[in-house]
């Protein structure tokens, strides 16, 4: 799999099926660039990752009740389940997903 990149218009669709992580960050944020090696290995082991840039979507953030990046939208057959922010190891992002895996 590959991290995807989206916006507004068309990140549900990307995350209709299975376990998926919605992402928002900012290019200027420090913790959105640390926890990004930290999904890249997520990514390698197959989950899929959808990352949305906080300044040019403000709006869906507003909609998901978000103020701070980076922040992270645990989903599951294209419904949010759960939300966390601020930079976590693979170890911990793991352990979140497995929750809702299966």
């Known amino acids: ?4 990149y989206s916006d507004q218009a068309n990140y549900l669709s990307k995350l209709d099926k ?3 992580l919605l992402v928002f960050y900012a290019d200027w944020c420090g ?5 990004h090696p930290e999904l890249e290995k997520l990514d390698a082991d197959g989950v899929r990752i959808v990352k949305v840039n906080s300044d ?11 103020s701070g990046v980076p922040s992270m939208i645990l989903f599951k057959d294209g419904l949010p389940q759960e ?3 601020g930079y976590r190891p693979k170890a911990q992002l793991e352990q979140w997903l497995s929750k809702f895996a299966g």
Do not use: D, Q, R
């Open 18 to 20: 299975g376990v998926g």
């Open 31 to 35: 913790p959105c660039k640390m926890l």
């Open 56 to 66: 040019t979507n403000p709006s869906l953030m507003m909609e998901f009740g978000l």
């Open 1 to 4: 799999m590959a991290i995807e």
């Open 83 to 85: 939300k966390t922010s």
